[in-house]
C-alpha cells in the first residue's frame, strides 16, 4: 500500500528527530581554550582598587600598578580600613587639629595593630620596609590630614605606602 504525502513527511520527522543530535566537542574545547587564555591575561594585567563613587582622586601620570595590600580610603566624613568605617563625623575634616581632637589617628592605629596581629609573621622585604598600604584619599582631603594619617601607619608599621590616583596620560597634565 502506498504511503500518502502527511505519512512520509511524519516518517521522515521522526526519523530525523529520534536520532540523538551529535555534538561537536573540538569547536567547543576550541571557544573555551581561547576563554582561559583571555581570562588568565587580563587577570595579570588590571589591578583594580575598591572605589567608591563619593571618592574624587587626584591626577597622577604614575605607571606602577596597584599591590593588592591594606587599603586605607579617606573621604571627606569617613576612614575606612579594608571597607570597615572606623571613624566616621558629620562636618569635614579642615585641620590636623580637627583630626586628632576627633579620635581618627588612634582609631586608625588600633585597627592596624588589629590587622597586624591577624598575619604576625612578616616576610624579609616586609621586615625591612615595613608592611605595606594603599591609600586612597579625596583630592579634597587637606595634605596635613593625609600626612597625619600616613604618621599613624607608619607608628603601626605600616611603612611602605602607596597613595592611589587617577592614572592620565601626560600631555592632560601638562595641558596639551
Request: glycine residues 4%.
Amino acid at each position: 500500500m502506498k504511503q500518502s504525502f502527511k505519512a512520509k513527511r511524519l516518517a521522515k520527522h521522526h526519523k530525523r528527530f529520534s536520532a540523538g543530535s551529535k555534538l561537536n566537542l573540538v569547536s567547543l574545547m576550541d571557544i573555551f581554550t581561547i576563554l582561559v587564555f583571555f581570562l588568565i591575561v587580563n587577570q595579570s594585567e588590571v589591578r583594580v582598587l575598591q572605589n567608591t563613587k563619593e571618592i574624587n582622586l587626584p591626577v597622577s601620570i604614575a605607571e606602577e600598578m596597584p599591590a593588592e595590600n591594606v587599603l586605607i580610603t579617606v573621604l571627606p566624613l569617613s576612614i575606612m580600613i579594608q571597607e570597615r568605617v572606623i571613624w566616621q563625623q558629620t562636618n569635614a575634616i579642615t585641620e590636623v587639629s580637627d583630626a586628632l581632637n576627633l579620635g581618627l589617628i588612634k582609631a586608625i592605629k588600633t585597627e592596624l595593630s588589629y590587622l597586624s596581629t591577624k598575619r604576625p609573621i612578616l616576610t624579609d622585604n616586609e621586615t625591612k620596609n615595613g608592611r605595606a598600604v594603599t591609600i586612597i584619599g579625596d583630592a579634597s582631603v587637606p595634605y596635613q590630614v593625609l600626612k597625619q594619617i600616613m604618621a599613624a601607619c607608619a607608628d603601626s608599621d605600616y611603612r611602605n605606602m602607596s597613595l592611589a590616583v587617577k592614572q592620565v596620560a601626560k600631555s592632560k597634565i601638562k595641558g596639551g
